[in-house]
């Protein structure tokens, strides 16, 4: 018997992936040498994913496809953030256009994805009280306040790596601030945050308030080198960056 779905708890599942497969695959499209490299929340590291990760039991198909808008939306407009990073000096805040609604549902349905699924890849990212919430800003219910999370977002930028190949699944961290979460998406960096303290970051409410989306104000995002996130440094350690791929 399929599951009920997480969030109308009415209508039996499907197949929902946690970050949208058309982030893989419109990489690879690019060309054939093209090859992607995912970091799951264990630390395990897999190269040239095909589709990324699924899970059958969170999501309805009428819910999903409310949130697929979502992430159409951020496929649709990934060179976006990339083309603003040109020509930008490291940990550069740069403006960019762009639908910040959007983004902040974006943002939040992968971790909202992620919170809802029981596979072990994401036994650490709970949203807790602030689940249903999540929800509601996931699939842009009438209800959904767009500007109670902290979203911010990071380009990472690399001399020697083409940044769009790197996916990194969503995992919890903790700063001074507190919990908050993090994933990336073909080199676009997402920091989300519920309640409690309301600084993302160690460096404090000034930064947080500068890069914070609002629904209301043009975006701002941060030119981060990839070399110095911690994801680069798992990767060098684990012998899985060899030298230049530039594309």
């Not at 974006?106 to 009280?129: E, M, T």
Request: glycine share 6%.
């Amino acid at each position: 018997m399929a599951a009920l779905c997480g969030y109308c708890k009415k209508e039996p599942t499907i197949e929902a992936h946690i970050i949208p497969k058309a982030v893989v695959r419109g990489f690879r499209q690019r060309g054939p040498d093209r090859k992607t490299m995912a970091i799951f929340p264990e630390r395990a590291v897999v190269s040239n994913i095909q589709n990324g990760i699924f899970d059958p039991n969170i999501l309805c198909q009428t819910c999903d496809g409310k949130i697929g808008q979502a992430d159409r939306w951020f496929v649709e407009h990934l060179d976006t953030f990339h083309e603003v990073a040109r020509d930008r000096q490291a940990y550069e805040i740069a403006k960019v256009a762009i639908d910040t609604r959007a983004a902040i549902q974006f943002a939040v349905s992968v971790i909202y994805r992620a919170s809802l699924s029981k596979l072990h890849h994401f036994d650490d990212v709970s949203l807790g009280p602030y689940l249903m919430r999540a929800g509601e800003i996931a699939l842009a219910s009438d209800h959904a306040d767009f500007d109670e999370p902290i979203v911010m977002i990071n380009t990472l930028i690399s001399d020697a790596y083409d940044t769009r190949q790197f996916v990194f699944y969503p995992v919890r961290c903790r700063g001074k601030g507190g919990t908050y979460f993090v994933f990336t998406a073909s080199g676009v960096q997402f920091l989300v945050k519920f309640g409690g303290n309301r600084n993302v970051i160690d460096q404090g409410s000034n930064f947080t308030q500068l890069l914070r989306l609002h629904t209301d104000s043009v975006a701002s995002v941060c030119i981060y080198p990839f070399e110095d996130s911690a994801e680069a440094q798992f990767l060098s350690r684990a012998g899985r960056l060899r030298g230049p791929q530039r594309y």
